[in-house]
């Protein structure tokens, strides 16, 4: 079929054009008869085909070759759109190439409740509001304001779409999977390529299959599905790959379930994650009032939206899960990989220091914020009420994902039955999911140990407030209201009684309400950009703490590797969280400047005592004495001195915030290496001109030492190549001398960010003059 003049299905909605995708396929397909994955279908149905390239189903060699993609959408939200609109605008081009978005949710502290926590948004972001805000007028994004809802919910609830590709400025942008599209997270730099038209690059990813039997039954939900599936394949264990499930239990799930699995798919490391089409995701775009996507999905089910009859054999792995005996799990703490089925929780407590008490309990984000979700909240303290019991036993807060969920909420009175048990409703943003969490019931600066549960995707150390003494557990919505009601973490609600009242009782599990009768749109809250915006200007006041306009990096120099100084040997998890904090951080994420201030000063050094008051400190190779480590960074940049970074395993997992890339690129840092990489991460390196290598014997991390000089031998212009390995060359501080091999995962086009300082700096050289 002709790519032009295809039509024989629906024309393009939302950004996404079945006729091309399924034209592409086609030609695909005529050079091999193989069966595809949803994942390959999906994946390769965006494949730019423009006569310069080429492609060949059979010699696509996944987790090896560079596919070169054309997203439908892009998304930001407000903490990473700063940072991606002023390299679009360093870019130079008149308006995005893709249709874009920009999501308000991150800012936003949680604190008294949803008015007054807007109202301080508005009044202490509004620099940042207004550049976002007038930078999407010009360039013809639209604008989400404060309040609209999350990122993936609200696209959830407006632009998802089966069979579409969506990549987005965060990881859980994978959430999109419950409508059948593939979203995938990215940093800053990806999404300006992708706004500049330029094509969006990924190594093509395995495919994980996970085949779902049976029924959930009782207190089992699709939260478990995920929780379980982190338990077996570990933080890590799905990177480079896609997890696609199949099998007879999808069709038995509610979309936002689905979604609600996608999303945490991040918490596996993995690329993304889709479900096939079903009778619910067209239940649920309908509901959503997109008939007219329902209808066109349905169209291109067979040929697009599922699996090729066969292709089951082509999966890198397959996973079975039999949901009908499926026990609800509680992960954590510190990591969502540490899974307890509930039946074995109050066993390891006892062996464990965890604090059993519990100090808060929390449901929402845009993990498990559904209608589904906050009815089944609501069925419980029905359930408490009728029993006699009118208040939970802990602090209880709530983030809606989206006005339009808190606006049905509201309606349904939902939202003041959980008040009047003690909730309290905070805006539809991220709170306390990252740290935008002003908490008070805690010592948070003096490190008070407790113990909180959520139905939040990620519960990393310092995650919700910025305490490395909160053990955080996550867990479906349902669980987390049965918790808040017991008040304490050896509980079990489906064996347990409810105590301390004057009758104990027993919870029924709740029933799944999938969708509300009627969806209220709530407050409008969107910002249309004009057709038109050349005449608009954007400003950015040079004295900002806030914002900063950037400046190109300085291209790669011949002996920029020689003699490096460790800046910093990391042990254990490093993730983003810990290269670059969030909560109060926050309002520095468009001023490189400041926020560089943070740079790992949650990490842990491998070469000081373990000490809690030495996490994000190094010593001064200059002058030997301990400082924090962005102080040290600049010591040593102004002093000229090259340095580098030794990091752990799965070094960057987590979000896919730039800022841990672009920061060290800042401070004057050459490389990063490591025993392996979170696949966001290591490009988001590349990008930013940074040197991620790995080591090619991880044992080789552990015979680095604190005062260890380090020169990297094959990495100028010309020795660099793809697959061809680099020397380390190790000057101890006794004198002694050795050398190890290291791997780097540059294909020739990265080679070329590297070379002009950043793709950046490369992609002007495209696209202006
Ligand atoms: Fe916001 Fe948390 Fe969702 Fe990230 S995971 S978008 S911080 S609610």
């Not at 502290?109 to 508005?122: M, N, P, Q, V, W």
Request: aromatic share 6%; charged share 20%.
């Amino acid at each position: 079929r002709d790519l032009a003049t295809a039509s024989a299905y629906p024309p393009k909605i939302l950004g996404v054009d079945y006729n091309r995708q399924i034209a592409v396929l086609d030609s695909l397909k005529q050079q091999s008869k193989r069966p595809l994955t949803l994942t390959e279908k999906l994946l390769y149905s965006h494949l730019i085909v423009d006569g310069q390239r080429e492609w060949n189903l059979e010699k696509i060699d996944r987790g090896r070759t560079i596919l070169e993609l054309q997203p439908d959408r892009i998304a930001c939200h407000d903490a990473t759109a700063t940072m991606a609109l002023l390299q679009f605008i360093s870019a130079g081009l008149p308006r995005v190439r893709t249709p874009t978005t920009v999501h308000s949710d991150h800012l936003v502290i949680s604190e008294k409740g949803a008015i007054e926590d807007l109202e301080r948004a508005t009044s202490e972001h509004a620099e940042v509001y207004d550049f976002l805000s007038s930078a999407s007028r010009k360039y013809g994004i639209g604008f989400w304001k404060p309040g609209s809802g999350i990122i993936h919910t609200v696209i959830f609830e407006n632009y998802a779409m089966p069979g579409g590709l969506i990549i987005g400025t965060d990881s859980h942008t994978p959430n999109a999977g419950g409508l059948g599209m593939l979203g995938i997270g990215v940093g800053g730099a990806d999404a300006v390529d992708a706004m500049s038209g330029m094509p969006w690059e990924l190594v093509a990813p395995r495919v994980i299959g996970v085949n779902l039997t049976g029924q959930l039954q009782g207190w089992a939900s699709t939260k478990d599905i995920i929780c379980k599936l982190a338990g077996v394949l570990t933080v890590s264990g799905g990177k480079g790959s896609v997890v696609e499930f199949f099998g007879p239990g999808t069709q038995t799930l509610g979309a936002t379930a689905m979604a609600t699995i996608c999303n945490m798919s991040a918490e596996i490391g993995s690329t993304s994650c889709i479900f096939p089409h079903s009778p619910s995701m067209d239940r649920y775009l309908k509901g959503t009032k997109r008939d007219y996507v329902a209808q066109s999905a349905i169209q291109v089910r067979n040929v697009l939206l599922t699996a090729d009859e066969g292709s089951h054999n082509y999966y890198d792995r397959v996973i079975d899960i039999n949901l009908s005996t499926l026990e609800p799990h509680i992960n954590g703490p510190f990591t969502p990989d540490l899974a307890h089925p509930i039946s074995q929780l109050k066993s390891t407590i006892s062996d464990k220091d965890w604090p059993v008490e519990l100090s808060h309990a929390m449901v929402g984000s845009c993990t498990n914020s559904s209608y589904e979700d906050l009815d089944k909240c609501r069925q419980l303290v029905r359930q408490a009420h009728a029993a006699g019991t009118t208040k939970f036993k802990v602090p209880f807060l709530l983030t809606p994902g989206s006005e339009q969920i808190q606006a049905t909420a509201e309606a349904d009175g939902i939202l003041d039955e959980l008040r009047d048990a003690g909730a309290v409703v905070l805006s539809s943003s991220c709170g306390p999911c990252v740290g935008s969490w002003d908490r008070k019931d805690v010592d948070v600066k003096g490190h008070e140990k407790n113990s909180v549960i959520s139905s939040f995707n990620r519960n990393f150390i310092g995650r919700h407030d910025s305490n490395p003494a909160t053990h955080s557990f996550v867990t479906s919505p349902e669980i987390v209201t049965a918790f808040a009601y017991s008040g304490r973490l050896d509980f079990n609600p489906t064996m347990d009684k409810i105590a301390g009242t004057d009758i104990p009782f027993l919870l029924e599990p709740p029933i799944n309400q999938e969708l509300p009768r009627h969806f209220e749109t709530g407050l409008d809250t969107f910002q249309e950009p004009p057709t038109d915006g050349s005449s608009l200007t954007v400003s950015v006041d040079p004295k900002s703490d806030r914002l900063q306009l950037l400046n190109p990096f300085k291209p790669w120099q011949r002996g920029n590797a020689d003699g490096m100084e460790i800046l910093i040997k990391v042990s254990g998890k490093c993730t983003t969280d810990h290269i670059s904090p969030a909560g109060p951080w926050y309002k520095y994420r468009g001023h490189l400047e400041n926020i560089s201030n943070n740079m790992l000063t949650t990490a842990s050094n491998a070469s000081l005592p373990n000490d809690p008051q030495l996490l994000g400190h190094t010593r001064n190779p200059l002058t030997g004495k301990v400082n924090v480590v962005p102080e040290v960074a600049r010591d040593l940049q102004k002093n000229g001195v090259r340095w580098c970074i030794i990091g752990d395993n799965n070094y960057g997992e987590g979000s896919s915030r730039e800022h841990a890339a672009l920061e060290p690129r800042y401070l004057g840092g050459t490389a990063i290496i490591a025993r392996s990489f979170a696949r966001i991460h290591e490009t988001n390196l590349k990008k930013q001109g940074m040197l991620p290598l790995t080591f090619n014997d991880s044992a080789d991390y552990d015979r680095i030492c604190d005062g260890d000089r380090i020169s990297l031998i094959g990495v100028e212009e010309g020795e660099l190549q793809p697959d061809k390995s680099v020397v380390m060359k190790v000057q101890g501080k006794n004198g002694s001398v050795w050398e190890a091999d290291l791997n780097h995962s540059f294909h020739q086009g990265q080679l070329a960010w590297l070379r002009a300082g950043s793709a950046l700096n490369f992609i002007k050289t495209k696209t202006v003059g």
